[in-house]
């Protein structure tokens, strides 16, 4: 940009003197050459007004000029002199407008890539064409290209006089990709410690290009391994690995591309690891980035590893809660550890498991609690350490609030809360509290934060709990076939309602009633006139209000009709209608009621729900495996279900476990109403069902790689085992409430069959739904899952995770022939995918 440092161009007639400087009011300021810019504007940007006192020369003219560049709005600026009258001068700002864009253009690209682009470089009709913005555009699009390897890519910009507006322009961009320049080879010096390979298996995002050549230097192979068998056995196992690292090489999920930004990030992760392995000064000395051919480049690093340093002494300064001792102890460093600055730092201040030194006062009120690692005394391969401390005065909780619920009511939150007002400061019930929420499902895990505002002065500290609403209630509409029937399903659930809010439409958050946590479903499924069921649930989360005692109420209805004949009326010949006794069916009908409570032993994750339900079950002519095919049962159970739930999200948990323990049970009916059980026909055996059922189920969350939740790889393991008894051998095992192994989880047709006859499916991918057990069902069970899962996006609005599975189970008609390790077996991968509205979504091949 021109320097304005010239002053005001004097007219012919002017009698201004360059060398006597006067002072002039200015008695008009016009402007020149202004097309779409305001004149008025540009008059405002100068600084010149009209009655200004300027000294002509002088520093005001030449600051004038300097402000209308710095717009960089115009090519050219000029402050001429119109004319003096006596001692006011009259002034004109010529200027000449920068172009603007008429429209702009690619060559060389895709249609795909040019509407990337288009969002990248930010162009548009009428924006001011400048050198820095031509600049930034190319830059924009040359990084584009070198993102995608194609680091030799030609980016040029040309610019034509638009033929109709003479002020605008046409850019057009054109590209030359060239070739996807790839990582040939990476070169490492001046490691010992870790091999070649390690080093670059430590890069998570610079990458070698793929190698198979396994018979490519056998010679040297064979050569080397001979001479260690006389010297050095133990060394030909690494040296067989190392040749077959080097030699076999499959890149599947990461390219082997050259980003600057992303070595430099690999090169942190490599000394970082070096550093938990004692080598504290350890350090990249150089590297260099060259091409090794047309479309390879080669990088050579330089590392200097230093040596590897113990820990020797380590002493306690400013303690006086907690002995030194048990410092110690809880630090779990002890003399002669490897120096691991990353494990020094997370045992003092943040250890997922809760054992950090931090948390020992943190948890107990301590918030102005501090302590610093300093390393007073660094010998050649040891380094002694002093910890000091300031323990300070306990915080007790003054007030807790909420913000950012939108649609939940602050009560609803507030309950959740491990942190009451009036209690020590403690950092574990907030982590607690924060779990809590997360569970609720209301809120996006990824936003939340807790916000403490400490009062050194009087020892308080006021706690805001920061949340994000997200969509949960849901919307299903699902169709399956399978078992001989096409199953639609369509339902509604409704997981933040307010009962209390039905009748004042002014409190509404939307077209319902929401923000008191109740739950409210219902359900409908069908294929037409041979199949229906309806249920419909609701959950009172905190009974009364006052504890978390919860209550839930449902009622459901299905009937289900075999063959064709399946008309309740028939009509004869002579046109009456004559009730039809040859109609094949199965109607079930019943409610259940549940209350929970949340337990505080064996810790506060557990939970014990007691349920009843009545249940009627009816058959006419319904011969599909059961004991009897006409007649009636009814199913007069108590349940129990102790559990214990400790994960971090209910839809991609990361850590945690979630452990059911189940009993039903129903009266001894044949113990004391006198009847021969042995001699009864099924049908008025299990007229009232008698039996027990229990059921265990055990999966554990473990974060695997990745210290956020998004990019983590979670392993989630899970056991179950189920059975069914009976009380009297003359009874025998009822025909309902059975086992049927095999099937895709999301099987609509399974969840339905299981609504029709009281049938429990448990899945089993790669198998048909119940196809696993007998025709009758089984009585005992067992199932084992593992699966890796990996999220590719964890947004309030999307969720969604791939997995590879591996399961195992079978099923039995009772312990005689039982055999945990005879089982059926599938592999597989799937996805899963979260849509607020529509639920869980997912499919496994």
């Known amino acids: 940009m021109p320097v304005a440092d010239a002053q005001v161009t004097l007219g012919s007639n002017s009698n201004i003197s360059y060398s006597n400087p006067r002072q002039y009011e200015i008695g008009g300021v ?42 960089d709005l115009f090519s050219d600026v000029q402050l001429l002199s119109e004319r003096v009258e006596g001692d006011k001068i009259y002034l004109i700002i010529k200027i000449q407008e920068r172009p603007r864009l008429s429209r702009f253009g690619f060559s060389g690209v895709s249609k ?87 080093v670059r298996r430590t890069f998570k995002e610079t990458k070698d290009r793929s190698v198979f050549k396994p018979f490519h230097d056998l010679d040297t192979l064979g050569l080397t391994l001979w001479r260690q068998v006389w010297k050095e056995r133990k060394q030909m196992p690494i040296t067989t690995l190392r040749y077959g690292f080097d030699h076999i090489k499959v890149r599947i999920f990461k390219s082997s591309k050259y980003l600057k930004k992303n070595f430099a990030g690999d090169k942190d992760i490599l000394i970082a690891k070096y550093n938990q392995k004692g080598f504290r000064d350890a350090k990249v000395v150089s590297d260099s980035v060259y091409k090794s051919g047309d479309r390879s480049i080669s990088m050579d690093l330089r590392l200097a590893e230093g040596h590897q340093y113990y820990f020797r002494n380590i002493k306690w300064i400013g303690n006086t809660k907690y002995p030194s001792s048990e410092l110690s102890d809880r630090l779990g460093i002890q003399k002669g550890d490897i120096y691991d600055p990353q494990k020094l730092e997370a045992r003092l201040y943040m250890d997922q498991a809760g054992g950090d030194v931090s948390s020992l006062y943190m948890d107990n009120g301590y918030l102005f609690f501090q302590l610093e690692p300093v390393e007073i005394l660094v010998g050649i391969d040891s380094i002694d350490m002093e910890i000091r401390m300031y323990e300070g005065e306990q915080a007790r909780i003054n007030r807790i609030s909420v913000s950012g619920n939108t649609k939940t009511n602050d009560h609803v939150i507030l309950r959740e809360l491990y942190t009451m007002p009036g209690q020590l400061f403690s950092r574990a019930d907030i982590i607690r509290s924060q779990q809590q929420l997360n569970v609720l499902g209301f809120f996006d895990p990824e936003s939340m934060d807790v916000r403490p505002t400490p009062d050194p002065t009087n020892g308080t500290v006021d706690i805001e709990y920061v949340v994000t609403e997200k969509p949960n209630d849901q919307l299903t509409l699902q169709g399956g076939y399978g078992g001989g029937i096409l199953v639609a399903t369509v339902g509604v659930q409704f997981n ?103 337990l505080k032993w064996p810790d506060n994750y557990f939970s014990l729900v007691f349920e009843t339900s009545a249940q009627q079950y009816t058959l006419q002519n319904y011969d599909r495996g059961f004991a009897y095919v006409t007649g009636q049962s009814y199913n007069l159970y108590g349940k129990f279900i102790l559990s214990r739930r400790s994960i971090d999200d209910n839809i991609f948990p990361s850590m945690g476990s979630d452990m059911t323990f189940s009993g039903q049970f129903t009266p001894t009916y044949s113990y004391f109403n006198g009847k021969d059980y042995s001699n009864l026909e099924p049908s008025e055996r299990f007229k009232f069902l008698e039996y027990h059922k229990w059921k265990f189920s055990w999966g554990y ?29 003359n009874v025998g095992d009822v025909p309902f409430e059975r086992f049927y192994l095999g099937g895709d989880p999301f099987s609509t047709t399974c969840i339905a069959l299981g609504g029709i006859d009281s049938r429990e499916f448990i899945s089993l991918r790669g198998y048909g739904g119940g196809g696993l057990s007998p025709t009758e069902g089984a009585t005992l069970i067992n199932k084992y899952t593992m699966e890796l899962r990996y999220p590719f996006s964890l947004s309030q609005s999307f969720t969604a995770y791939g997995l590879a599975f591996a399961e195992a189970g079978n099923s039995w008609d009772g312990f005689n022939s039982y055999n945990p390790f005879e089982v059926y077996k599938s592999t597989g991968v799937g996805i899963r995918i979260f849509l607020p509205m529509f639920g869980l979504l997912g499919v496994d091949w």
């Open 30 to 71: 016009s402007v020149e050459g202004a097309n779409n810019l305001d004149e008025g504007a540009i008059r405002l940007l100068s600084g010149l007004n009209i009655g200004d006192e300027i000294s002509v020369p002088g520093d005001e003219t030449a600051e004038a000029i300097r402000k209308l560049w710095k717009q």
């Open 112 to 198: 795909s890539e040019a509407d990337d682009l288009r969002e990248k470089i930010n162009l548009y009709k009428e924006k001011i064409v400048t050198e820095n913005l031509m600049i930034a555009t190319k830059q924009k699009v040359y990084n584009y290209y070198a993102d995608k390897g194609f680091l030799d890519a030609e980016v040029n910009l040309r610019q034509e006089q638009d033929s109709i507006f003479r002020t605008k322009i046409r850019l057009y961009i054109d590209v030359d990709k060239k070739k996807k320049i790839k990582i040939d080879q990476i070169n490492v010096k001046g490691n010992s410690f870790y091999s070649d390979y390690q």
């Open 496 to 598: 933040n309602f307010s009962t209390r809010n039905i009748l004042k439409p002014k409190e509404w958050n939307g077209p319902l009633p929401t923000g008191d946590g109740q739950k409210l479903g219902i359900n409908f499924n069908t294929n037409g006139r041979q199949y229906q069921a309806f249920n419909a649930s609701f959950t009172e989360p905190w009974l009364g209000g006052k504890k978390p005692t919860s209550l839930t109420l449902s009622g459901f209805y299905s009937f289900f009709t075999l063959g064709a004949n399946n008309r309740k009326y028939n009509e004869d010949t002579d046109g009456n209608k004559v009730f039809n006794a040859s109609r094949a069916y199965f109607q079930r009908l019943g409610a259940t009621a549940q209350l929970g409570k949340r």
């Open 701 to 729: 969350y473990t974060g695997l790689l990745g210290q956020q939740r998004k990019h983590k790889l979670v392993l989630y393991t899970k056991i179950g085992f189920g059975v069914l008894g009976y009380y009297n051998r």
